[in-house]
Structures are given as structure tokens and as C-alpha cells.
């Protein structure tokens, strides 16, 4: 067996560390050739400042992390894309507040490198990386004590990612004889000789019903020998990849399921950015739009500008959602949801309503911290009621603030619900959401919400 070289992750740090500076001196050359040294203490310092940036970015969101555990090059393009964003942000905050004016198409010029560069960076990282695995270099030799279906689950991993660098040397098992799971090496009991006189790097525990005691036992054992040891739950497999291990308080305990949202630095992300797009779009839009719309809907019909109906928000907590009003005043607008062709909807509503012009107040509802921008769509009392009697798992979309938007419009699952499916439909987008968000999932939520008004939803009525 050819040794473990663990030094990819350093490799793929400087070689990220150069593509920043080699970029930056050569968007600076693109658009400033004949003053290329031209404020070099500045510039300078500039580009200390984004390999700095880098780093921290990069380590933060784990880009140097083990790829073995979390692999796929689209995962690492996708963690690089966000740096490039985070760079492409500093470079206008920095030049600005220290006077270092660069030209206007320094940012675009440099983020169009940054991504053409990296990528092809990375590409050419994985392919070496894999050929050095091809060879028999860059593996974790592991052995594996158990003979069930998280071994079974475990080989197969290994087998149809080869990616991952792990070699699968063998199995112990005290009772099983499972050639499948590669050459039997022996019972339990024969392990600390074998890890004693053999390269073995990790054991992989995956025996069914093992016991506190069997744990230590065998950790004890693999601590002397100084290898690493990981144990697959036997309750993976009922959970697949929703479950993660929190510590709380000096107790680790088991979450059932992924909330991105409950980690502090991504509560702060998301609040902020609420806040400043909804400041920007009440001050820029709003300001002039409101007045003309409310001027519209006043010609239009008798009633009132705005409709607040109570909605249920985060952790069940009601408040009341604002909406331009598009139906004439009726008695059933807090029972009857608008259907295709209803004859509450004013001329003017159903304009508003097909633009999606009428959700314009919930702003402020996001200003103040009752909605959020992207969110599950907030729904009628009477309807929250009726459809957690038919959805058991209905209201962990209360978990997190309802949005003006959300996953599940996006994709298809908006307005009226006419089905039972449709409502099942689309509270497996929202809870989806609500397992895997990600800024730039709610940038392109937004994306798509606009690119949607434009281009027409069949139902938007």
C-alpha cells in the first residue's frame, strides 16, 4: 500500500490564494495599462486585503474541509461562487472608502476572471486528484467491524464514488460471512492485532445493536493503535440525510432534521437582507407606486386601500398581512380563498393580482420582522386548520418567518389549491426550503419570482 498523503487541502488553498492575486494584477493591467503602477501602495494593500478575505471566506464555508466527507465538485464550485460574490463585494466597499477609484468595469472584469479561473483551477485539482487515487495514491485504507446493511449501505458508497479516496481493505464480524462486503478478515476480537501490523487509517463501525460497552471497548482499542474511528448509527437509514449531531449544552443530542436557519450567522444573513431589500423597495418603488395604486383601487371600488387578514407566522405566532385589496368588500374573505375566475376580484385586483402587485404591502410586514422575502406562503386561519388535519407535518413551515415568495411558488405551487395533492405538493417545497436554505437559494427564488411575473403564471388570479 502506497502512504496517505494529506496534503490536498493545503494544495487547493494556495492554489485558490494564487488565482485571487493572479486575477486581480490582471484585471488591473485590462483596464488600466498605461497606469498599471499607479497608486501601487493602495492596490497593494487591496489585494492583501482580498487574499485575507479569502481565507476567511474559504474556511468558513468549509472550502478546505474534508472532501471525503462532504464531496462533489459541484458543491465546491457552488462554495467558490459564493467567495466570488463576497470578493466581488469587497472590492467595491474597500475601493470606495479608501479612495481608490478603479475604472467602473474593474468589479465585472475581475468577477468574469475569478470564475473562468477558478474553474478551471478546480477542474484541473480534481482531475489530478483523482488520477494520484487512480494510483494508489491520496487513500484512507479502512477496515470494517459489522456485517449488516449500514456495512452493505457503507461499501457500496465507497464503491460507486471512487472520488471519496477510501480503500476498503476488509471486514471483522463474529458471525457473518458476507464476500460481498470484500475479503473476511477475521472475529472481532482479532482486530487490535490487525491494526497493530497492517496501514489501516479509519474503522468503520457498522455492527447492528451494538452496545455502549462494545463501543468503548473498541474505541479503547483503536485509540491505542492511534487510528481514527467512525460509527454508523443504526438508525441512519430511517432518516437518510435529514438527521445532524448538536450539542446542547455539554450533551450532543440527535436533530431529526437540517435547520440552516436556526445557526446565528445565517439568521443574521437572511435578516439583513431582508432589511435592506425591503428598505430599498419601499423607499425606491413603493414611495411612488403606493399612491398611484391607492388612487386606482379608491376610483375602482369603495373600501379600504389595504386588506389585513390574520396570518400564522414563525412558531405559530399570528399577525396581520398586508395586501393591496383587489376584491370588492365581501363577507367570505377570511373563509374563501380567490378561485379561478371569481367574481369578488375588482378589474383593477385582477390586474394587481396577475402582477403580483397586490403582495407590494407585505414590505413592511418583512420591515418589521413578521414576514421575511422568501418564505413559506402565509395562509388563512381557516385554512391552516383544515389542512393540518389532513398533513401531519403541516406546520413545521411555522418554524420559519412566511415569505412574499417562496420554493414552492416557484415552482408551480401558487394561489388557489384545488387539490388535496396540491397542498401535500407544496408543503414538501416548503419544508425542502426550509432543510436546505442558502442565500443564494433566495436570490434565486427572487430571480425566478420576477422572471415568472414577466413571463406569465397560469395561476396568478
Known amino acids: 500500500m502506497k502512504q496517505y498523503l494529506n496534503k490536498i487541502s493545503l ?18 493591467y485590462i483596464v488600466q495599462p498605461d497606469a498599471f503602477l499607479n497608486n501601487f501602495k493602495s492596490k497593494f494593500f487591496l489585494l ?3 487574499l485575507f478575505v479569502w481565507l476567511f471566506s474559504g474556511t468558513s464555508n468549509k472550502l478546505y474541509g474534508d472532501h471525503r466527507i462532504k464531496p462533489g465538485f459541484s458543491l465546491e464550485i457552488y462554495k467558490t461562487l459564493k ?41 484541473i485539482i480534481n482531475r489530478f486528484v483523482m488520477f494520484l487515487r487512480q494510483q494508489g495514491y491520496n487513500l484512507r485504507h479502512v477496515i470494517v467491524l459489522g456485517c449488516g446493511s449500514s456495512a452493505t449501505q457503507f461499501k457500496e458508497l465507497i464503491t460507486n464514488n ?20 470484500g475479503p473476511y478478515l477475521g472475529k472481532m476480537s482479532e482486530v487490535g492485532s490487525f491494526i497493530s501490523k497492517n496501514k489501516v487509517n479509519e474503522v468503520i463501525v457498522a455492527t447492528p445493536g451494538i452496545t455502549i460497552t462494545e463501543i468503548e471497548q473498541i474505541t479503547n482499542m483503536v485509540d491505542k493503535a492511534g487510528i481514527r474511528i467512525r460509527i454508523i448509527p443504526d438508525f441512519h437509514f430511517q432518516f437518510y440525510n435529514r438527521y445532524e449531531f448538536k450539542q446542547f449544552g455539554n450533551i450532543p443530542t440527535v436533530s431529526l432534521r437540517k435547520e440552516p436557519l436556526e445557526e446565528t450567522h445565517n439568521k443574521f444573513t437572511k435578516r439583513t437582507f431582508d432589511i435592506v431589500f425591503s428598505l430599498f423597495v419601499l423607499v425606491f418603488i413603493c414611495s411612488w ?5 391607492a388612487l386606482i383601487i379608491k376610483m375602482g371600488s369603495k373600501g379600504p386601500i389595504l386588506f389585513k387578514q390574520k396570518r400564522l407566522g414563525r412558531d405559530r405566532k399570528e399577525f396581520w398581512c398586508l395586501k393591496f385589496r383587489s376584491m370588492y368588500v365581501n363577507r367570505d374573505s377570511d373563509a374563501k380563498m380567490a378561485t379561478k375566475g ?9 390586474i394587481l393580482r396577475k402582477t403580483s402587485l397586490d403582495e407590494f404591502p407585505q414590505f413592511w410586514n418583512v420591515l418589521v420582522g413578521d ?14 386548520a383544515q389542512y393540518q388535519e389532513i398533513i401531519n407535518n403541516y406546520l413545521v413551515r411555522q418554524l420559519i418567518k412566511p415569505g412574499i415568495t417562496g420554493w414552492a ?16 405538493n407544496r408543503v414538501s417545497y416548503d419544508i425542502w426550503y426550509l432543510e436546505n436554505w442558502s442565500f443564494f437559494l433566495d436570490v434565486k427564488i427572487i430571480y425566478l419570482t420576477v422572471w415568472n411575473i414577466f413571463k406569465g403564471e397560469e395561476k396568478a388570479y
Not at 466581488?88 to 472584469?109: D, E, G, K, Q
Not at 407606486?289 to 395604486?293: D, R, V, W
Open 11 to 28: 494544495v487547493r488553498l494556495i492554489a485558490d490564494l494564487s488565482v485571487v492575486a493572479f486575477t486581480y494584477i490582471l484585471s488591473i
Open 48 to 50: 492583501i486585503i482580498l
Open 83 to 123: 467567495g466570488i460574490f463576497i470578493l466581488a463585494l469587497t472590492v467595491v466597499v474597500v475601493s470606495y472608502f479608501s479612495y481608490l477609484f478603479l475604472p467602473t468595469n474593474f468589479v465585472l472584469i475581475y468577477t468574469i476572471l475569478l470564475v473562468v479561473c477558478f474553474s478551471t483551477e478546480k477542474y
Open 162 to 181: 471512487p472520488h471519496l479516496g477510501y480503500d476498503v481493505i476488509g471486514y471483522f464480524d463474529d458471525e457473518c460471512d458476507d464476500e460481498d462486503l
Open 289 to 293: 407606486l403606493f399612491p398611484t395604486i
Open 342 to 350: 371569481d367574481s369578488r376580484i375588482t378589474p383593477i385586483g385582477r
Open 371 to 384: 414576514m421575511s422575502i422568501v418564505g413559506p406562503r402565509p395562509h388563512m386561519t381557516i385554512q391552516n
Open 409 to 424: 411558488q416557484v415552482n408551480g405551487y401558487r394561489g388557489e389549491i384545488e387539490t388535496e395533492q396540491d397542498i401535500k
